[in-house]
């Protein structure tokens, strides 16, 4: 039996201003640039593509089922930016063949930093989930598939979920293999599903690539790559970004239509079929222990945290903006609270990675700043005047007291 | 070679791009033959040293070598300008002039060393300039006549008449290079003589090298000439090898020192500098910005500083040279090159071999291979004022600058310079 378990990510941050060190202004945000790459990317890729896995799931007649990780700061842009994106993954929702899993509202690395604002972003998160789709859900998949043993019984002790995803990138997994499901060491419910990192890649990165031996990618070739799995595991996980369609692969490379053949393609084998993540712990068991003591993640070849946290200027703005933990609650004031948790999204720390700037690769695509550089003055530049109106907002609480 | 400064003779980035350059072919195997304009019987403590003379014929050339340079030829001829006591300032002196020319009565006094040798003197000679060109090109002419070699390397304006005469009598053909053209150095001000024999000189070579995209840009919509002719080959910097130890200090323990080094002119935007020198003054105030240099905009600055309330915070040093450029790298935390229009920048190299971080305008030529540096519009002085303090503020951003920046420069070589220029020498010897 081979099982294909889809797993978009969905995800835009709340992108900076540009912000020196002379403004003072508590609008940190660039409205204008996050409408428009919002409206940008909801026409190329969220709505056609919420379209077609409609039609696919209704002509399939509920075989085919995909699953879904939308972040709160994208979800937030949909509602004020292009609702009809909402309305659309509604739709999908309501099929029944559509799960959505949990992560942190912010897309942040709180994981890494403070245990409390992570499990409280989750739960924030999880409640959003509900209040728009009606499903409670009960699969994690952490910022950027950032994973370690740690990470597994930390969400098991939160006694939410029933899974948990992770890379599964043969340098990571050795000699195992990523087509079965997995317990973490220490965990007594909690399965793990692993992402089978080189059919997905296969879609994600190389679909395109005219270099590459295996161009064009067609659905019948690619569901027969899927059926050799047959008898060497149960199920093959293919975890990508959700802009993958119409976005990183543009709509005249023919993903499309790819997309649109892949279901039959696959259904022909009489053995395969299409599951959601919480169908996937359902129906199999956990064919091991998988120990995984160091973090790993799905980015770049390294996969490790190097995007994020390579280099001193990194470390330095993520220990800063944690830093600000005790202060901002003290401060008991939503703008703050707000502000404070969108700074914490991934993306702001991506974009001060120096790795590979020189050579001007995939980093520099996503990234809306010049330079690294430029992206760590401008954070700090807004770090700071949030610290001020913190301190301030303190400050006259402060004086209030005793009165009070 | 026809050059018109070298180390130690040098005022500016030409005669150290010279040096790299030369030094990085003699490496490879290529002999050269350096023709250079210089009053060489005046010859001062700092250049002895360094020389050796290989023979002394009587006449008007004389023959040197460098040590490291085993296949560099050295041939100077003797100049007009010779009674310069200090052959340093030979370029300057003649920018200056020039600049004089243009703004007959408007001089502005030069730093107080300059001013020893005097206006008039500078008036008498300034007439000279053209003539003193040509008379160089005849002396190269008269050496080319009995030497033998394959192509002519004409580097900046001044060995123009030199390459075309040369070329014109041996018929080898002539490259020249470019590292800096009149519209960098005047604005839209131009020197029309000037103007006119960069123009000739571009389209009677072979092949012009550019220094950088930006330059070669200009070479093809200012001076008309087509674009599968201009090359570009950025220039590089040598590694200095000395690790020095000594601790990097301030002036005043906690005192912040932000660097201009360079020709205070119009072309690299000291008034700029001044201007967000004073915003960033509005944000923190443990900083001195030192202005490290002379030029004819010298006096204006000071007195720029003065009128904005900040002349206790800028200080001018004047020209420096050796042991004083060490000094003032090592005290630095930023080092700043505003420049209008800058077609490459060696300078900014050097700051980073010196692990100095460096903010350069985005109008220059050294923007194009630099990556680990901040990058600003020369005129955007709010966001200038907003890097510098940043990295005064932030010191993992300056941190991550200078160990970036210290390694990118690594791969900035004269070797890949020098391979360039190879290629673009056999392509024109296969054309012949």
């Given at each position: 039996?081979s099982?294909?378990?889809?797993?978009?990510?969905?995800?835009?941050?709340?992108?900076?201003?540009?912000?020196?060190?002379?403004?003072?202004?508590?609008?940190?945000?660039d409205e204008?640039?996050?409408?428009?790459?919002?409206?940008?990317?909801?026409?190329?890729?969220?709505?056609?593509?919420?379209?077609?896995?409609?039609?696919?799931?209704?002509?399939?007649?509920?075989?085919?089922?995909?699953?879904f990780?939308?972040?709160?700061?994208?979800?937030?842009?949909?509602?004020?930016?292009c609702?009809?994106?909402?309305?659309t993954?509604?739709?999908?929702?309501?099929?029944?063949c559509?799960?959505?899993?949990?992560?942190?509202y912010?897309?942040?690395?709180?994981?890494?930093?403070?245990?409390?604002?992570?499990?409280?972003q989750?739960?924030?998160?999880?409640?959003?989930?509900?209040?728009?789709?009606?499903?409670?859900?009960?699969?994690?998949?952490?910022?950027?598939?950032?994973?370690?043993?740690?990470?597994?019984?930390?969400?098991?002790?939160?006694?939410?979920?029933?899974?948990?995803?992770?890379?599964?990138?043969?340098?990571?997994?050795?000699?195992?293999?990523?087509?079965?499901?997995?317990?973490?060491?220490?965990?007594?419910?909690?399965?793990?599903?692993?992402?089978?990192?080189?059919?997905?890649?296969?879609?994600?990165?190389?679909?395109?690539?005219?270099?590459?031996?295996?161009?064009?990618?067609?659905?019948?070739?690619?569901?027969?790559?899927?059926?050799?799995?047959?008898?060497?595991g149960?199920?093959?996980?293919?975890?990508?970004?959700?802009?993958?369609?119409?976005?990183?692969?543009?709509?005249?490379?023919?993903?499309?239509?790819?997309?649109?053949?892949?279901?039959?393609?696959v259904?022909?084998?009489?053995?395969?079929?299409?599951?959601?993540?919480?169908?996937?712990?359902d129906?199999?068991e956990?064919?091991?222990?998988?120990?995984?003591?160091?973090?790993?993640?799905?980015?770049?070849?390294?996969?490790?945290?190097?995007?994020?946290?390579?280099?001193?200027?990194?470390?330095?703005?993520?220990?800063?903006v944690?830093?600000?933990?005790?202060?901002?609650?003290e401060a008991?004031?939503?703008?703050?609270?707000?502000?404070?948790?969108?700074?914490?999204?991934?993306?702001?720390?991506?974009?001060?990675?120096?790795?590979?700037?020189?050579?001007?690769?995939?980093?520099?695509?996503?990234n809306?700043?010049?330079?690294?550089?430029?992206?760590?003055?401008?954070y700090?530049?807004?770090?700071?005047?949030?610290?001020?109106?913190?301190?301030?907002?303190?400050?006259?609480?402060?004086?209030?007291?005793?009165?009070? | 070679?026809?050059?018109?400064?070298?180390?130690?003779f040098?005022?500016?980035?030409?005669?150290?791009?010279?040096?790299?350059?030369?030094?990085?072919?003699?490496?490879?195997?290529?002999?050269?033959?350096?023709?250079?304009?210089?009053?060489?019987?005046?010859?001062?403590?700092?250049?002895?040293?360094?020389?050796t003379?290989?023979?002394?014929?009587?006449?008007?050339?004389?023959?040197?070598?460098?040590?490291g340079?085993?296949?560099?030829?050295?041939?100077?001829?003797?100049?007009?300008?010779?009674?310069?006591?200090?052959?340093?300032?030979?370029k300057?002196?003649?920018?200056?002039?020039?600049r004089?020319?243009?703004?007959?009565?408007?001089?502005?006094?030069?730093?107080?060393?300059?001013?020893?040798?005097?206006?008039?003197?500078?008036?008498?000679?300034?007439?000279?300039?053209?003539?003193?060109?040509?008379?160089?090109?005849?002396?190269?002419?008269?050496?080319a006549?009995?030497?033998?070699?394959?192509?002519?390397?004409?580097?900046?304006?001044?060995?123009?008449?030199a390459?075309?005469?040369?070329?014109?009598?041996?018929?080898?053909?002539?490259?020249?290079?470019?590292?800096?053209?009149?519209?960098?150095?005047?604005?839209?001000?131009?020197?029309?003589?000037?103007?006119?024999?960069?123009?000739?000189?571009?389209?009677?070579?072979?092949?012009v090298?550019a220094?950088?995209?930006?330059?070669?840009?200009?070479?093809?919509?200012?001076?008309g000439?087509?674009?599968?002719?201009?090359?570009?080959?950025?220039?590089?910097?040598?590694r200095?090898?000395?690790?020095?130890?000594?601790?990097?200090?301030?002036?005043?323990?906690?005192?912040?020192?932000?660097?201009?080094?360079?020709?205070?002119?119009?072309?690299?935007?000291?008034?700029?500098?001044?201007?967000?020198?004073?915003r960033?003054?509005?944000?923190?105030?443990?900083?001195?910005?030192?202005?490290?240099?002379?030029?004819?905009?010298?006096?204006?600055?000071?007195?720029?500083?003065?009128?904005?309330?900040?002349?206790?915070?800028?200080?001018?040093?004047?020209?420096?040279?050796?042991?004083?450029?060490?000094?003032?790298?090592?005290?630095?935390?930023?080092?700043?090159?505003?420049?209008?229009?800058?077609?490459?920048?060696?300078?900014?190299l050097?700051?980073?071999?010196?692990?100095?971080?460096?903010?350069?305008?985005?109008q220059?030529?050294?923007?194009e291979?630099?990556?680990?540096?901040?990058?600003?519009?020369?005129?955007?002085?709010?966001?200038?004022?907003?890097?510098?303090?940043?990295?005064?503020?932030?010191?993992?951003?300056?941190?991550?600058?200078?160990?970036?920046?210290?390694?990118?420069?690594?791969?900035?070589?004269?070797?890949?310079?020098?391979?360039?220029?190879?290629?673009?020498?056999?392509?024109?010897?296969?054309?012949?």
């Amino acid at each position: 039996m081979s099982s294909v378990c889809f797993y978009f990510q969905v995800h835009q941050p709340f992108r900076l201003r540009h912000y020196t060190v002379f403004d003072k202004s508590p609008n940190y945000f660039d409205e204008f640039k996050n409408a428009s790459i919002c409206r940008k990317v909801a026409n190329k890729c969220y709505l056609p593509t919420n379209r077609l896995l409609l039609k696919l799931i209704r002509k399939f007649d509920g075989k085919f089922r995909v699953s879904f990780s939308v972040t709160g700061v994208l979800l937030e842009q949909f509602a004020k930016y292009c609702p009809e994106v909402i309305s659309t993954f509604d739709a999908l929702a309501q099929t029944g063949c559509v799960e959505f899993m949990a992560e942190t509202y912010y897309h942040s690395l709180s994981y890494l930093y403070s245990r409390t604002e992570f499990e409280a972003q989750i739960i924030k998160h999880s409640g959003m989930i509900e209040d728009m789709f009606g499903q409670t859900p009960r699969v994690f998949r952490n910022t950027e598939l950032i994973y370690n043993n740690d990470l597994a019984r930390t969400i098991e002790s939160m006694d939410r979920f029933d899974g948990i995803l992770a890379e599964g990138a043969d340098h990571i997994l050795g000699d195992r293999n990523p087509n079965f499901v997995y317990q973490p060491p220490g965990c007594e419910k909690l399965k793990m599903l692993l992402k089978n990192y080189r059919l997905s890649d296969d879609i994600a990165f190389r679909f395109s690539n005219r270099h590459w031996k295996e161009y064009p990618l067609m659905a019948d070739k690619f569901a027969r790559w899927i059926n050799h799995v047959n008898g060497n595991g149960q199920v093959v996980n293919l975890f990508m970004d959700y802009e993958t369609f119409g976005e990183h692969q543009w709509e005249d490379t023919g993903i499309f239509d790819f997309l649109s053949h892949l279901p039959e393609e696959v259904l022909k084998h009489p053995d395969n079929d299409f599951l959601t993540p919480t169908q996937v712990i359902d129906r199999y068991e956990p064919a091991g222990v998988m120990d995984m003591p160091h973090i790993v993640s799905w980015a770049d070849t390294e996969r490790d945290l190097s995007a994020w946290l390579g280099n001193a200027m990194q470390s330095n703005a993520l220990h800063e903006v944690y830093r600000m933990e005790s202060l901002i609650k003290e401060a008991q004031n939503e703008h703050l609270m707000a502000d404070w948790r969108r700074l914490q999204t991934s993306d702001h720390f991506y974009y001060m990675c120096t790795k590979y700037f020189a050579d001007g690769d995939v980093h520099k695509y996503f990234n809306p700043y010049d330079s690294p550089y430029d992206s760590y003055i401008n954070y700090m530049n807004v770090l700071n005047n949030l610290r001020r109106r913190c301190v301030s907002k303190s400050e006259s609480g402060a004086k209030a007291a005793p009165t009070g | 070679m026809l050059g018109w400064e070298f180390p130690p003779f040098i005022s500016g980035g030409l005669g150290t791009a010279c040096f790299g350059l030369t030094k990085a072919m003699s490496n490879m195997g290529i002999e050269v033959l350096f023709v250079l304009p210089r009053p060489v019987e005046q010859t001062d403590q700092t250049h002895v040293r360094m020389l050796t003379p290989k023979s002394t014929p009587s006449g008007k050339e004389v023959h040197y070598e460098y040590e490291g340079l085993r296949n560099v030829q050295f041939l100077a001829v003797e100049s007009m300008l010779s009674p310069y006591a200090s052959p340093e300032y030979y370029k300057e002196k003649l920018d200056e002039v020039l600049r004089e020319k243009r703004q007959v009565g408007q001089m502005s006094g030069a730093e107080a060393e300059e001013r020893a040798f005097g206006a008039h003197e500078e008036m008498h000679y300034a007439g000279d300039m053209f003539s003193e060109i040509h008379r160089y090109a005849n002396s190269a002419v008269g050496l080319a006549a009995a030497e033998d070699f394959d192509v002519i390397h004409a580097h900046d304006w001044m060995t123009y008449p030199a390459g075309i005469a040369v070329a014109a009598v041996t018929g080898k053909p002539l490259v020249v290079h470019v590292h800096s053209t009149e519209f960098d150095r005047s604005g839209e001000h131009v020197n029309q003589p000037i103007y006119d024999i960069e123009r000739r000189g571009m389209h009677a070579a072979e092949k012009v090298i550019a220094v950088s995209h930006l330059t070669r840009n200009t070479i093809i919509s200012r001076y008309g000439v087509t674009g599968d002719k201009v090359e570009v080959v950025y220039n590089g910097v040598d590694r200095n090898g000395d690790s020095r130890i000594m601790p990097r200090s301030g002036i005043g323990g906690d005192e912040k020192i932000v660097l201009f080094l360079g020709r205070i002119t119009m072309q690299k935007g000291p008034e700029y500098f001044l201007m967000a020198a004073k915003r960033v003054l509005e944000e923190i105030d443990n900083v001195k910005f030192v202005m490290a240099g002379s030029g004819d905009m010298m006096n204006r600055t000071i007195e720029m500083a003065a009128e904005m309330g900040i002349g206790h915070k800028v200080l001018f040093t004047g020209f420096l040279r050796g042991e004083d450029v060490e000094k003032v790298y090592q005290m630095a935390d930023l080092y700043v090159m505003p420049s209008v229009s800058e077609p490459f920048g060696i300078a900014p190299l050097e700051a980073l071999n010196h692990d100095v971080p460096v903010l350069i305008s985005k109008q220059s030529g050294v923007a194009e291979v630099l990556t680990h540096v901040l990058k600003v519009d020369f005129w955007d002085v709010n966001e200038m004022a907003n890097k510098i303090v940043a990295v005064l503020k932030y010191p993992p951003l300056q941190l991550t600058l200078r160990e970036h920046g210290n390694f990118e420069v690594r791969r900035l070589r004269w070797q890949d310079a020098a391979q360039k220029c190879a290629r673009v020498y056999s392509e024109l010897m296969v054309h012949v």
